[in-house]
């Protein structure tokens, strides 16, 4: 199985429909995203693949996103500041 931990998606099902999450693991065919404000690091949401589109695919070069697709610990309140970062690179473009 492919292993999507550190990309960031848009949830595109769901009453978080439209909001941005980083993959920080996966569990059987579900992806476990976080924000780090609704969903925190440390009770992620469990998603199908099929509901998500991807945003990027861990090509985004923030530290706080390094450090997850590593499998290091990161607090929720990095992850905010990078999926942030994201959206204020992402509305320029």
């Known amino acids: 199985m492919y292993d999507y931990t550190g990309w960031i998606v848009r949830s595109t099902a769901g009453h978080d429909k439209g909001e941005l999450f980083c993959v920080v693991g996966m569990e059987d065919s579900f992806l476990l995203l976080a924000d780090g404000k609704r969903r925190k690091i440390a009770k992620p949401k469990r998603k199908k693949l099929g509901h998500v589109s991807v945003e990027n695919r861990g090509a985004f070069l923030n530290p706080t996103i390094q450090r997850v697709h590593l499998g290091e ?5 990095a ?3 990078a999926l942030a970062a994201f959206r204020a690179v992402s509305r320029r473009v």
Do not use: M, Q
């Open 79 to 81: 992850l905010r500041r």
């Open 73 to 77: 610990t990161v607090s929720d309140r």
